[in-house]
């Protein structure tokens, strides 16, 4: 799977999903576009699913007209989030097109 890691979502989460595709939002120079443009670049691209920190995603969108699959952390604390990798990775091999998933860290 082709995964998008948004601003506020630690980069060194990327090596608790492999064998997944991970990149960045700054890996790809996206770090300045809002989260409709984000999400339209991101399927445009191929990438399949969205983990983000941004709580408010599902109020600021409409995430069901989409094939991506967004999943929200409730923290930007690395520690925490550390802690829940395994949790993170299940729930993004369950997500399927379309889903939305947070996790409260």
Known sequence: MKVLLDQ??????RRYLRPHVVQTCADRGWSSLDNGDLLDRAEAEGFE???TTDQNLRQQQNLAAR???VLVLTTTSWPRIRNKTRQVREALENLVAGGYCEIDV
Do not use: K, Q, S, V
Request: hydrophobic share 50%.
């Open 67 to 69: 094939r991506i699959r």
């Open 49 to 51: 699913a969205l983990i």
């Open 8 to 13: 506020g979502t630690p980069a060194p989460l």
